[in-house]
């Protein structure tokens, strides 16, 4: 974490509370207000918040972890927006790099997919389209004038601003694209890719089928893990792109199934990112 928590708005703040309760399995609410530089009727209030979305579970004196993943919900867009960001913008820019001109992409729905979109606003390519359910992503890629954008409509996933069901589906089938970078909520070695809601399977599969290449963009604490729903076996994917702290069984499987791996160093875009604002504030700019 590398703002206080008076620095923080109340959603950075959540994300913040549920990685450490993850980390540590339980934390009391005393160093948690400690850490993050709060009072404790303001960790008691955010904590009241996690549990009515049912991430966390309080015990006495402070939170035990919820593992959501095994449940039938999920942080909230804006909850996971802030949760491993510094992996995520770090998965954004290589994955961004693999775009080229004249290509028609894919970007699924999600915050690391989001995080990819933002690094293409910023570039200077032309004559790239960009498929996408995500109304986000939608927004943060229409002033770039080089990218025309296509969103697919469909039922709108409420709080998760994402289009799903027949008419997506059917939507996705009438075209065809270069790349798609699908996002994932598990991926286990066994078990393939998953996802917590079953609305994703087809809109997934549907991209999947669609794209020359299919490239998932997901931070390390995804693998390892299954999901209720699954979407695909490993078969399909060609590429993927994640963190540093990817285990080695991953590695070694990615390499006999021929599967390229795209890895990242966060310390390494961490040092970039704080260059570039030393260099901004010394020019006078806003970092």
């Keep these: 974490m590398e703002r206080s928590g008076k620095n923080m708005n109340r959603i950075e703040r959540h994300a913040n509370i549920l990685q450490l309760v993850k980390e540590r399995g339980f934390?009391?609410?005393?160093?948690?207000?400690?850490?993050?530089?709060?009072?404790?009727?303001?960790?008691?209030?955010?904590?009241?918040?996690?549990?009515?979305?049912?991430?966390?579970?309080?015990?006495?004196?402070?939170?035990?972890a919820a593992d959501y993943i095994d449940g039938i919900v999920e942080p909230l867009y804006e909850t996971k927006a802030?949760?491993?960001?510094?992996?995520?913008?770090?998965?954004?820019?290589a994955a961004a790099k693999l775009v080229e001109e004249g290509d028609t992409i894919i970007l699924d729905s999600g915050t690391t997919t989001a995080c990819i979109a933002r690094h293409l606003k910023n570039s200077k390519l032309n004559n790239v389209t960009?498929?996408?359910?995500?109304?986000?992503?939608?927004?943060?890629?229409?002033?770039?004038?080089?990218?025309?954008?296509?969103?697919?409509?469909?039922?709108?996933?409420?709080?998760f601003y994402t289009a799903y069901g027949l008419f997506t589906e059917q939507f996705l089938k009438q075209l065809k694209a270069h790349k798609a970078f699908l996002?994932?909520?598990?991926?286990?070695?066994?078990?393939?890719?998953?996802?917590?809601?079953?609305?994703?399977?087809?809109?997934?599969?549907g991209m999947m089928a669609i794209s020359d290449?299919?490239?998932?963009?997901?931070?390390?604490?995804?693998?390892?893990?299954?999901?209720?729903?699954?979407?695909?076996?490993?078969?399909v994917i060609d590429r993927v792109v994640t963190d540093s702290a990817i285990g080695k069984d991953f590695r070694d499987f990615f390499s006999s199934a021929n599967i390229q791996l795209n890895i990242v160093?966060?310390?390494?875009s961490s040092a970039k990112k704080s260059n570039r604002s030393s260099d901004s504030a010394n020019k006078g700019g806003q970092a």
């Design 27 to 64: 934390i009391g609410n005393d160093e948690l207000a400690k850490l993050l530089h709060v009072s404790i009727v303001t960790i008691r209030r955010d904590l009241k918040a996690l549990r009515h979305q049912r991430l966390i579970t309080l015990e006495h004196g402070g939170v035990a």
């Design 82 to 93: 802030y949760i491993h960001s510094e992996q995520k913008q770090a998965i954004g820019i």
């Design 130 to 159: 960009v498929i996408t359910n995500d109304l986000m992503i939608g927004k943060e890629l229409c002033p770039h004038p080089g990218i025309n954008v296509l969103v697919v409509g469909g039922i709108l996933r409420k709080s």
């Design 183 to 205: 996002g994932l909520d598990a991926a286990s070695i066994t078990r393939g890719i998953s996802a917590l809601q079953p609305e994703e399977i087809a809109v997934k599969q």
């Design 213 to 235: 290449e299919v490239i998932l963009t997901s931070d390390s604490s995804k693998f390892g893990l299954d999901a209720t729903y699954k979407i695909c076996d490993w078969n």
């Design 265 to 268: 160093d966060i310390l390494e």
